[in-house]
C-alpha cells in the first residue's frame, strides 16, 4: 500500500536552518505531485511548497527562505528551510499525489519549533 513518512523535524534557534525529508512508496505509478503542507495550533493547514513535473510553487510566507526539491526515481522530496523564524513553527505534512489512478496520501507529519 502507499506510505509516505517524513523526518527531519526538530527544534531550532530563529535565524537556522532545517532539512526535511519525505518519501513515498507503494505506486507503480509514482507520485507526480509531491508538497509540503504545515499546520499551526489554532489554524488552518496551509501550503508551503509543492513541486509538480519539476515546477515550484511556494507560500508567499516561505519565499526566498525555502526550497523545495526532489528525486522522482525515489520519489523522495526535501524541503531546505533557511532563516527560520518562530512563526514557521508547525507540525509539517508530506501530501504526495498517485500518479494513475491518483489520490492523495498524507505522511504522518513531523513537528517543527523555531525558538531561542
Known amino acids: 500500500q502507499v506510505q509516505v513518512v517524513e523526518s527531519g523535524g526538530g527544534l531550532v534557534q530563529p535565524g537556522g536552518s532545517l532539512r526535511l525529508s519525505c518519501v513515498a512508496s507503494?505506486?507503480?505509478?509514482?507520485?507526480?505531485?509531491m508538497g509540503w503542507f504545515r499546520q499551526a495550533p489554532g489554524k488552518q493547514r496551509e501550503l508551503v511548497a509543492s513541486?509538480?513535473?519539476?515546477?515550484?510553487t511556494y507560500g508567499d510566507s516561505v519565499k526566498g527562505r525555502f526550497t523545495i526539491s526532489r528525486d522522482n526515481v525515489k520519489n523522495t522530496a526535501w524541503l531546505q528551510m533557511n532563516s527560520l523564524k518562530p512563526e514557521d513553527t508547525a507540525v509539517y505534512y508530506c501530501?504526495?499525489?498517485?500518479?494513475?489512478?491518483?489520490?492523495?496520501?498524507w505522511g504522518q507529519g513531523t513537528q517543527v519549533t523555531v525558538s531561542s
Open positions: 501530501l504526495a499525489q498517485r500518479g494513475g489512478p491518483g489520490g492523495n496520501y
Open positions: 507503494g505506486s507503480i505509478f509514482g507520485f507526480p505531485y
Open positions: 513541486i509538480s513535473r519539476g515546477t515550484p
